[in-house]
């Protein structure tokens, strides 16, 4: 067997059922033996007590019949054959009467033994054919037994009778008259071999039944460890799978139990793998797509910075107009660089979250007013109308005023970049959300997804200058003051930022007293 648990619980389940049919056995045979010779002794001791019944209702008859010894060979036959046990009779003048038949055929039974060599060398002893002769060869103990018997006590002895060739057990009953006197004493006498015989027959039953349920608990044994294990194997494979980053393998036991508890363990931890698989082929194709677009937007500005001074350093400009041109390309570029590289570490900054902004409590509405106003001086040479509409003068949130700031110039930046000449921005607060309006000319619907993205510029005139940096950086300021960002654009017609403001801040008065501010 390949499976070492299954090996190993069949084995464990033999072993108790073992020890508990080998305790069970043995308590069964002690309580089976007791038992036996408990209803042996109480069935002897009946069948007593009815002898002596008879022999007590019949005392005239036998005594007017045999005298004193109230009994005969004949009659103790007659005993015998109907009790199908030995039975002796000591009579009043302590004589022994007993089947002399039966011993008879006692005595030819065992000569036959001897001669098949079945017995040894001892001659079994023929009890005197006189009575008193017989009683008086009765063993010491014996023959107190009896006198006990005379004197009205029932008695029960268990020893080795030599005229009966074995083991006896022997039930002593007195008879009485009818005036209550003891006339004699009936010794009944079973072999305590027939006993042993019925306690080892109902002992090999016994053991038939325990090999029998032996046999058939190892088989449920293999049969349960068999299922048992196999979620188990089940597991093992799948681990095994999920190791070689097959992450979409699933148990799917519905046990409702540890194993059970186990396999959805797996699960889940392989739901989490395929999660974090997912998110870490991600996270590499954005760092490709990061490397890629780094590199393409720092590879113009330096081509045509390097180009510039190549072409002045060799004397092919020589004109000052041309030259001064030259410098002022240089500049523009040494500009748009800076600003990336700032748009580049404010972006990693935000998103490392040990890196600290600090918050206070502010009123946000002066931050939409000082947003608006800086704005106004940018949409100047466009003739735009920047205006804001608040629904309150005060929305209390904790943040960073310059980030907050920052977050708001840029979505007005980018307005201001695609409104059109003489067009009007809107700031719009209405409870708990704030609006930016434009109506510029918008963007793509298969853009707007990707419009939060680092890089994403859209290709026209307007943005060839742009990092592609502005909407991230104000993506992550926004996540970092629990706020949500939504755009939704129509392309030719405008482009609106809405953003979900937390809930505002609830600032204590006197009197234990609080409100939302």
């Known amino acids: 067997m390949k499976n070492k648990i299954a090996l190993k619980l069949t084995l464990y389940f ?72 030995i039975v002796w009779v000591v009579d009043s003048e302590r004589g022994l009467n007993i089947n002399k038949e039966r011993m008879q055929r006692m005595q030819e039974r065992r000569q036959r033994r001897h001669h ?25 103990h014996i023959r107190n037994k009896v006198e006990q018997g005379f004197a009205g006590q029932p008695f029960i002895v268990e020893e080795y009778n030599a005229w009966l060739d074995g083991i006896m057990l022997t039930v002593g009953e007195p008879v009485y008259d009818k005036n209550g006197q003891v006339k004699a004493v009936v010794l009944l006498h079973s072999p305590v071999q027939g006993m042993h015989n019925a306690i080892w027959a109902g002992l090999r039953i016994l053991l038939l039944s325990v090999l029998a349920a032996l046999a058939l608990g190892m088989v449920l044994s293999v049969i349960l460890s068999w299922r048992f294990t196999r979620p188990m194997k089940l597991m093992r ?19 409702k139990d540890e194993i059970g508890e186990l396999a959805r363990t797996l699960d889940i931890l392989a739901q989490r793998l395929q999660l974090a698989d997912e998110e870490s082929q991600k996270l590499e194709k954005l760092r490709r797509e990061f490397i890629a677009n780094i590199s393409h937007e720092l590879r113009t500005p330096v081509t045509v910075i390097r180009g510039s001074l190549e072409a002045l350093r060799d004397g092919v400009v020589t004109d000052k107009t041309e030259v001064e041109e030259f410098h002022e390309q240089m500049y523009n570029e040494s ?18 979250t040990d890196f600290p902004i ?72 209405e409870k708990s959300k ?22 994403y510029k ?11 940096l502005g909407l991230a950086i104000a993506k992550q300021i926004a996540l970092r003051h629990d706020m949500q960002l939504e755009l939704t654009s129509e392309l030719g017609k405008g482009t609106t930022i809405t953003v979900i403001l937390p809930p505002q801040l609830k600032i204590k008065h006197s009197g234990d007293m609080s409100r939302d501010i």
């Open 237 to 255: 494979n799948n681990a095994e799978r999920l190791a070689e980053r097959d992450y979409q393998v699933r148990n799917d036991i519905a046990q």
């Open 14 to 85: 033999t072993a108790v059922l073992l020890v508990f049919a080998l305790i069970i056995g043995g308590v069964f045979y002690e309580f089976f033996k007791q038992h036996t010779v408990d209803l042996k002794k109480k069935e002897m001791t009946v069948q007593a007590k009815k002898i002596a019944e008879v022999i007590s209702d019949n005392m005239g008859f036998l005594e007017q019949r045999y005298g004193a010894g109230i009994s005969s060979s004949r009659f103790i036959n007659y005993l015998d054959n109907i009790t199908q046990e």
């Open 335 to 352: 500009i748009f660089l800076q600003r990336l590289i700032n748009d580049l570490l404010d972006l990693s900054r935000l998103q490392n």
């Open 116 to 140: 098949r060599g079945q017995h040894n060398n001892m001659e079994m002893p023929v009890p005197p054919v006189d009575p008193k002769d017989a009683y008086n060869k009765l063993p010491q």
């Open 358 to 429: 600090e918050k206070a409590p502010l009123n946000l509405c002066d931050v939409i007013q000082d947003a608006a106003r800086g704005s106004r001086q940018l949409g100047k040479d466009k003739n735009l109308q920047i205006t804001s509409q608040l629904d309150t003068d005060l929305y209390m949130v904790n943040g960073d005023y310059g980030r907050l700031r920052q977050m708001l110039m840029i979505f007005l930046h980018n307005s201001i970049k695609f409104s059109p000449d003489g067009s009007g921005i809107e700031l719009r607060l």
């Open 434 to 455: 704030l609006q930016i309006i434009d109506h510029g000319c918008g963007i793509k619907p298969e853009d707007v997804p990707h419009a939060f993205d680092r890089f």
């Open 458 to 468: 859209a290709r026209n005139e307007q943005n060839k200058n742009g990092s592609g």
